[in-house]
């Protein structure tokens, strides 16, 4: 079980000028599992990150002072801690500006504490998930057993050359396996790598989505070998995977 799976283990800090939202959010967390600690400004954050190691950062955009982007350039200066931004303020503009400094995810006041726990366990499963080890050390084209993995094209082929008509959805799923050989991959982890665009319901969506891409490209998807179930943990792609950026012949 990974540590975003054990709320006890994770630190939150809530930076907001509000004193009811800060009470509200230490209570609500707390409850859920999660060592919460409050903030009303930029001062008090950084004492607070000076003392204790923070997992996550929810912060509020309109600070007095030091407003939240701001606050969040400094902390992408000095740490890759994540953040979830409190708004008012709606406009796609100003989402994309908070993304562009390190933003990790936005929710918009006034919100149901529920959504925000939502985002907050999803944002610590992107963050704390092993990153690609196949995106740093190879090139955008990605091979494993008899398959040719093209990453810009968004282009599955087999030896012979035969091209495998893969859904959207597909394709992302096989290259977040493909990135990741041999790591065991929960399916709330799979889903967050994988856009999270799969519409079925509950832990099914992982499911399905798994099985259709085995029929796909497993010699025998009843035995599959590429994509192994790890019993209570999710799925681990086991094939060798190397590199190849020559273009196809």
Known sequence: MNSYDKPSSTHLLIVDD?????????????????????????????????????DLVVLDRMLPGKDGLSICVELRDASKVPVVMLTVLGEENERIEGFNVGVDDYIAKPFNPHELLARVKAVLRRTNMAPPSATDSFGHVLEFGPWRLDIALRQLTSQSGTLVDLSATEFDLLTTFVERPGIVLSRDQL???????????????????????????????????????????????????????????
């Open 191 to 249: 889903l967050d790598l994988a856009g999270g665009q799969v519409e079925l319901p509950f832990d099914r969506k992982i499911d399905m989505q798994v099985s259709r891409l085995r029929r796909k490209i497993e010699d025998d998807p009843k035995n599959p070998t590429l994509i192994q179930t790890v019993r209570g943990g999710g799925y681990r792609f086991a094939a060798e995977v190397s590199s190849n950026e020559k273009p196809a012949a």
């Open 18 to 54: 509000d004193q009811e939202i800060r009470v509200l959010l230490n209570r609500f967390l707390s409850k859920q599992g999660f060592r919460v600690s409050t903030a009303a400004d930029s001062e008090e954050m950084q004492a607070i990150l000076g003392k204790w190691k923070i």
